[in-house]
């Protein structure tokens, strides 16, 4: 019986490790990009990782003026901070300390995200996911989730765990799974703490430590990763990572690759070069 459990519950390794680059999007906000570089493209299904994090007005209150977005979807963390969003349906909404965004941009939205506040830290991930073939042109639509919507598990050893999509220790996130069902956690570790989680076997996965520093992999056998820097996990059934001597916190994503063509071009993501440009010309006739 040991034996059988031991095979078929495999702790993913690190396979890899990458750092931030520094990058500037928007107006001008100054950011880090982990994902959607040329040390790490993307990761099927997840096309790019921002943090952006300031006390700086300069270097956020530009904000992100109205721009088109086709073919995937963006998920907007807050950790500190306001942001207001809209777009060109008539949709708004306002983004505050642990509140989620999950956007489908589908066939075509025209929106904005801009600082509601003029001084103080504005902290938070922007995480772009790839949609199917099948429904790249679906209706855009928003799942705006507030953060007391947000579940909060205590998950022992020393993890406290927010489960923002997926599931974890029996609790489901807010968000309304996609076509690549993803799981996005954001763990915060004891300087001793331990946390675990299952994750499907072949679905790609990562975690990204932004404070302090955390040990990932099977026991005895873990990579210490610090913040800033993205693990990237190798195949198996389940993650686990444990404390480094001071408190951590770092999110965990996971998702089904979709092993689909991929055609990028700023805010659009399609399938071939065609795709790009028919967006390149519906959003120039007004069409999103």
């Keep these: 019986m040991t034996a059988k459990v031991e095979a078929t519950e495999r702790r993913r390794t690190v396979a890899r490790v990458v750092r931030g680059e520094a990058a500037s999007d928007g107006a001008g906000v100054r950011l880090t990009r982990v994902m959607g570089t040329a040390a790490l493209p993307d990761l099927d299904p ?4 921002d943090e952006f994090r300031s006390d700086d007005p300069a270097a956020y209150l530009a904000g992100f003026p109205d721009h088109p977005h086709r073919g995937f979807e963006t998920v907007t963390y807050m950790l500190a901070g306001r942001m207001r969003h809209g777009d060109n349906k008539g949709n708004s909404g306002l983004l505050g300390p642990g509140s989620v965004q999950w956007m489908t ?3 075509g ?3 904005s995200e801009m600082p509601e506040q003029e ?3 504005m902290w938070g991930f922007q995480l772009w996911i790839n949609l199917p073939a099948s429904r790249k042109m679906t209706a855009p639509r928003y799942q705006d989730i507030a953060a007391a919507a ?3 598990v205590q998950g022992g050893a020393g993890a406290k765990v927010k489960v923002l999509a997926g599931s974890y220790g029996g609790t489901r996130g807010p968000v309304d799974p996609g076509a690549t069902e993803p799981l996005y956690l954001d763990v915060e570790l004891a300087a001793a703490g331990r946390f675990e989680t299952p994750v499907a076997e072949g ?8 404070d302090g520093a955390a040990v990932f992999g099977p026991d005895g056998n873990g990579r210490k990763i610090l913040r800033g820097e993205l693990a990237v996990l190798d195949d198996g059934t ?3 990572a444990a404390g ?4 951590a916190r770092f999110i965990l994503l996971a998702g089904k690759p979709l092993r689909e063509p991929i055609a990028k071009y700023g805010p659009f993501v399609m399938n071939t070069p065609n795709e790009i440009r028919q967006a390149i010309i519906d959003y120039q006739a007004g069409r999103f």
């Design 46 to 49: 997840f096309l790019m990782l």
């Design 105 to 107: 941009a589908g066939r």
């Design 109 to 111: 939205i025209v929106h």
């Design 119 to 121: 001084a103080g830290l």
């Design 150 to 152: 947000v579940p909060l």
């Design 203 to 210: 679905h790609v996965a990562f975690a990204y430590v932004y």
């Design 238 to 240: 389940m993650v686990a």
């Design 244 to 247: 480094a001597g001071a408190p």
